[in-house]
């Protein structure tokens, strides 16, 4: 049975179309030693297969063999090294396709499958060159060939173009798997708030988080985890995470989980010894106070800028009530003066990848939002150990906040909410 996604993807691209989706490619982690597989994100979307060395072929004018998968074909030997094989029959009878073959046909095939559509939905430089040579050298050589009969497709169109804006607005069941993933990184950063104490390492808190998440079914972190302590907050994607914790520091921790290929992303910061210092909570309170306006501001019709606008508005006058910038709040945005401490943008679309596909402006004017996207809300705050002019107190800190949030018809739904995130929560749960 067909994937309701492959479905609709045939629907919108019609019947005039062909289009050819490959899989991820694995990749060399040091001499013969590969990373860890994981599978493209739109392929595995259309698809739900997870092996290498895979592509795609979806025509829907075929009405009897609209969908075919060529994958690697067992093996028994290599099985024995590297796990079972789906092959040719298990492309069928476990993803649905309508025709499978081994992967060393594709080449000589491709020709006539793309020969006499109009269009050909394909993403060139996705990290599969010699699949983009084959498919540039096919098409040359079936123009050359036009008096016998063959016929090149008229445009290559990129299947982003289709495939992004579907996966831009999730499903039902999308939501659920992106609530799981949620759920399972709140719990890890609630087990690190317990667990953390002065004289601990930044790489133990990593790996207690960690653990969580694939204690709870995750398959992996979603990205490289952030566990930044006192003035390593300062830095934006720090992941050496390799210092000691202090007595009298903050924690920052910027850690999600990937669960069956969706994506959760967290922020929390927190004190080291369990209680806020009036520096901490005054640049603390500051931060929530934006990033909860903000979530807030996450429905329909509004738009991404504007939310960051707001964010930028609620920390510049905190900045200069707290003697981080000194003037007119106006003119020192209009002067973009913020950005000494905050640098970054509001955040970002969120799914099968960390920073998820989908258009942020529409003919060059900011996307509005709709029901079913999945946003991050992370405004932060970070003043460098070097910083000049600036309330001693505050130096070194870094905060940041951020929860996953989906746009419904009403009010937002917040993915992520089971990770306190109110100052007294924290402090209480690290008294326990």
């Not at 953390?196 to 790489?203: I, L, T, V």
Request: hydrophobic fraction near 40%; glycine fraction near 8%.
């Amino acid at each position: 049975m067909i994937r309701p996604q492959l479905a609709e993807f045939m629907k919108r691209i019609g019947e005039d179309s062909i289009a050819i989706v490959p899989s991820a490619r694995e990749a060399t982690r040091s001499n013969d030693s590969n990373f860890r597989f994981r599978q493209d994100s739109d392929f595995y979307y259309l698809t739900g297969f997870e092996e290498p060395e895979a592509v795609a072929v979806i025509r829907p004018a075929d009405k009897e063999q609209p969908y075919t998968l060529f994958v690697r074909p067992r093996d028994p030997e290599k099985e024995v090294w590297d796990g079972r094989r789906a092959g040719v029959e298990g492309a069928r009878s476990e993803y649905g396709a309508s025709a499978a073959f081994p992967i060393g046909e594709f080449e000589e095939k491709v020709a006539d499958m793309i020969n006499g559509v109009t269009n050909l939905y394909y993403r060139i430089g996705n990290g599969n060159p010699e699949i983009d040579d084959l498919i540039v050298a096919r098409i040359r050589r079936m123009r050359m060939m036009g008096r016998k009969g063959m016929s090149a497709p008229q445009a290559i169109i990129d299947t982003g173009a289709v495939i992004h804006e579907m996966r831009l607005i999730k499903t039902p069941e999308e939501i659920e798997l992106m609530q799981r993933a949620a759920d399972i990184a709140a719990e890890g950063h609630i087990e690190a708030m317990k667990a953390a104490r002065p004289g601990m390492k930044e790489y133990e808190i990593e790996a207690l988080i960690e653990y969580h998440f694939r204690r709870n079914g995750a398959a992996a972190p979603a990205y490289t985890s952030i566990v930044g302590s006192g003035a390593n907050a300062t830095v934006l994607h720090y992941v050496n995470n390799d210092a000691t914790l202090r007595d009298g520091d903050l924690l920052l921790i910027d850690a999600g989980a990937e669960y069956r290929g969706y994506a959760s992303d967290i922020t929390r910061t927190f004190p080291i010894n369990g209680r806020f210092t009036e520096a901490q909570r005054e640049i603390y309170d500051l931060v929530l106070e934006a990033q909860m306006a903000c979530v807030e501001m996450v429905r329909p019709g509004v738009t991404n800028d504007e939310i960051k606008q707001r964010s930028i508005e609620i920390q510049t006058e905190g900045m200069v009530r707290l003697g981080l910038l000194k003037g007119d709040p106006a003119k020192l945005i209009e002067e973009e003066k913020y950005k000494q401490f905050y640098m970054h943008g509001l955040g970002h679309y969120l799914g099968l990848d960390v920073h998820d596909v989908g258009r942020y402006y529409v003919r060059e004017e900011p996307r509005k939002l709709e029901p079913g996207m999945v946003m991050t809300v992370e405004p932060g705050i970070y003043v460098s150990p070097d910083a000049k002019d600036v309330p001693e107190k505050y130096l070194g800190l870094g905060v940041r906040i951020e929860d996953d949030v989906l746009v419904t018809d009403g009010a937002p739904r917040v993915l992520s909410g089971k990770a306190p995130k109110q100052a007294e929560e924290i402090e209480a749960l690290m008294s326990r």
